[in-house]
């Protein structure tokens, strides 16, 4: 008998969604982006996606006009993130 793998629903996220996702966890895709942490479903993601987001945490978390995070953090964040990149 053959076993079928299982695998999760899968959702594409565009760069607003991931924006939503990481910045207001009371959103649909907040609450998707948590459902991806567990396990219940997966999240795939283009690279323009992630560049929106850097885009936008480069730009507007400043701190004496330079950006608070480093690129080995900013990294390291997309890396922990439970995202299928593409």
């Known amino acids: 008998m053959l076993m079928m793998e299982w695998r999760p629903k899968g959702y594409e996220f ?3 969604n991931l924006i939503r996702a990481l ?3 009371h959103t649909d ?3 998707l982006l948590e459902a991806a942490a567990c396990g219940y479903v997966e999240i795939f993601a283009g690279a323009n ?4 987001v850097l885009w ?3 730009n507007t978390l400043k701190q004496d006009g330079k950006p608070v995070y480093t690129g080995e953090e900013l990294r ?5 993130l439970p995202i299928v990149w593409r």
Request: proline content about 0%.
């Open 14 to 16: 565009d760069t607003k």
């Open 76 to 80: 390291a964040l997309r890396e922990s």
């Open 29 to 31: 895709e907040g609450k």
């Open 49 to 52: 996606a992630w560049n929106g």
């Open 23 to 25: 910045f207001a966890e």
């Open 56 to 58: 936008l945490i480069m």
